[in-house]
């Protein structure tokens, strides 16, 4: 799992929208089971408040989705619980690395620090304006989603992959999983995942030696390349 938390000052603004809109791009692509996501503040002023009326509007007004809210705050001690640690300007940066007594992996980031124009995303609580908020907080969540994707090598559901394409991908997938060693904590895992692996092959054998037609085969296919994939990410990830 690649593990993002979103951090801004109140927990009730920036940090609660990008969570939502990150989430919502993250689901679109079916990647909910590659990448997980949450938000904090660094201040108690607001801990246990509902998202701001005004944040909730825009997310509404552009159809995305949220859940019910309490205002968090940054607990010391987390910092191995993420991957990405995400503030919105550069004072939730500092405040960030203050409370969690530095960054040695080097996994805290600026959210526009993903695009092609870094800069802070100013707070909507003081300058009123939640929809420069919001259009800097989606690009930057699409901009992080593409760099993740990139750097873990997720496979999305974009491209419409044909049959011979597909098993391909299994193919390439397996041979790359036999080539892994795995270490002592992963051996039962490991066999686990081989056993799965040999009962896709022996399916996708039958499936061959069926009368049944590409259309029939083609649900089946894409199910198993997608278990595979994500065994495959867990398994490294870990
Ligand atoms: P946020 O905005 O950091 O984007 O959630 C704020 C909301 C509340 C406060 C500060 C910032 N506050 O101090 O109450």
């Known amino acids: 799992m690649v593990r993002v938390l979103?951090?801004?000052?109140?927990?009730?603004?920036r940090s609660p929208m990008a969570e939502a809109i990150f989430r919502y791009l993250v689901d679109k692509q079916d990647l909910s089971s590659y990448i997980s996501v949450t938000s904090a503040g660094t201040t108690f002023e607001t801990f246990g408040q509902d998202m701001h009326i005004e944040a909730k509007e825009k997310l509404d007004e552009n159809?995305?989705?949220y859940k019910k809210h309490k205002?968090?705050?940054?607990?010391p001690g987390t910092y191995n619980n993420f991957d990405y640690i995400i503030g919105m300007d550069e004072?939730?940066?500092n405040n960030i690395i203050k409370m969690l007594k530095g960054d040695p992996d080097k996994k805290v980031y600026k959210l526009l620090d993903f695009t092609k124009t870094p800069r802070d995303i100013a707070d909507p609580w003081y300058t009123g304006n939640?929809?420069?908020?919001?259009?800097?907080i989606l690009q930057g969540c699409k901009a992080l989603l593409d760099s993740i994707i990139k750097k873990y090598k997720i496979e999305t559901n974009e491209e419409e992959l044909n049959k011979?394409?597909?098993?391909?991908?299994?193919d390439d997938n397996i041979y790359k999983f036999t080539q892994t060693s795995p270490n002592k904590e992963k051996i039962t895992e490991y066999l686990a995942i081989a056993g799965r692996l040999l009962e896709i092959k022996t399916s996708i054998s039958a499936f061959e030696n069926s009368e049944m037609t590409d259309e029939e085969i083609m649900p089946s296919?894409?199910?198993?390349?997608?278990?595979?994939?994500?065994?495959?990410f867990r398994f490294k990830s870990k």
């Open 71 to 75: 205002a968090k705050r940054l607990l």
């Open 6 to 13: 979103f951090v801004c000052l109140g927990n009730i603004c």
């Open 221 to 232: 296919l894409k199910k198993y390349k997608k278990q595979i994939d994500e065994f495959l």
């Open 130 to 136: 939640f929809t420069k908020a919001y259009d800097d």
């Open 164 to 170: 011979e394409e597909i098993l391909e991908k299994i």
């Open 91 to 93: 004072s939730n940066v």
């Open 63 to 65: 159809n995305i989705p």
